[in-house]
């Protein structure tokens, strides 16, 4: 009870985007026991049970990419008996343009389907993607516009005072993202894109720690300071 109250406070705090990937990370890792979508449960066994899927989620969401949705590709027949087809997707929130241009870049490069939408974008609504079907029959769909209500409930959680109002503020204004593979495929190349895409972001310039090197215990993540890219110890005098 106290180590989930605990966590709670630490969401509460947060005030950035930066803040909220990183506290995606560590609930990811299972460190916090707590998340504003979902509570005091853990990510789902799909998720930590993939590993190329988990360290590119880790590493997404301390290099800006906060993530609240994410599923590895399947073709076969479910627990249940029934046929699925679940295309690799993943869906979150930037607000980086720099990380903005290295998804689509991704995206063009290694043939991913992309959607983006802003809450101060005037042009048509972006399609969602149908990417999980049971017996051909349309199951999940991602990538549609989330409208600013639905992203403050996302992010506020059960009792709507989880996150902190200033990140919940920059989730409302930050672009949202959806990379989905174009076929249902195992073994697509969706999570190495995304490492790909993000990886070279992820070096502090001044003591050049990285989300899988971080120079702290309880993990680390970068920022724009000045005209630099440095992690938190080094732009604010955070102590390790």
């Known amino acids: 009870m106290f180590r989930t109250l605990r966590d709670r406070r630490r969401w509460r705090e947060a005030t ?3 803040d909220l990937g990183e506290l995606t990370a560590q609930w990811l890792q299972g460190r916090l026991h707590f998340h504003p979508t979902v509570g005091s449960a853990g990510p789902d066994e799909e998720t930590t ?3 190329d899927l988990l360290a590119a989620l880790l590493l997404a969401n301390r290099a800006g990419f906060v ?4 599923q590895p590709g ?3 027949t479910g ?3 029934a046929r699925w087809a679940q295309l690799a997707a993943v869906s979150g929130f930037v607000t980086d343009p720099d990380v903005l241009n290295r998804l689509r870049t991704a995206a063009t490069e290694w043939g991913l389907l992309i959607r983006e939408y802003r809450l101060t974008y005037l042009g048509p609504l972006p399609e969602p993607i149908a990417v999980t079907e049971r017996n051909w029959q349309v199951h999940t769909q991602v990538g549609g516009a989330l409208p600013g209500s639905e992203v403050r409930w996302m992010w506020r959680g059960p009792g709507r005072r989880a996150t902190g109002p200033r990140a919940v503020r920059a989730m409302e204004l930050a ?14 190349p969706l999570w190495q894109a995304l490492t790909e895409a993000l990886g070279e972001a992820t070096a502090c310039e001044r003591c ?3 989300p899988y090197e971080p120079c702290r215990e309880d993990g680390c993540w970068l920022t724009t300071h000045g005209s630099q890219t440095l992690c938190r110890s080094c732009a604010y005098g955070t102590p390790a």
Do not use: K, V
């Not at 993530?67 to 994410?70: A, D, I, K, Q, R």
């Not at 672009?175 to 697509?188: C, N, R, S, Y």
């Open 49 to 51: 049970n993939t590993p």
């Open 16 to 18: 950035t985007a930066a």
């Open 67 to 70: 993530t609240h949705f994410s």
């Open 79 to 81: 627990a249940d008996g």
């Open 74 to 76: 399947f073709l076969g």
């Open 175 to 188: 672009w949202q993202i959806t990379l989905t593979e174009p076929a249902p495929d195992p073994t697509g």
């Open 208 to 210: 050049t720690c990285t």
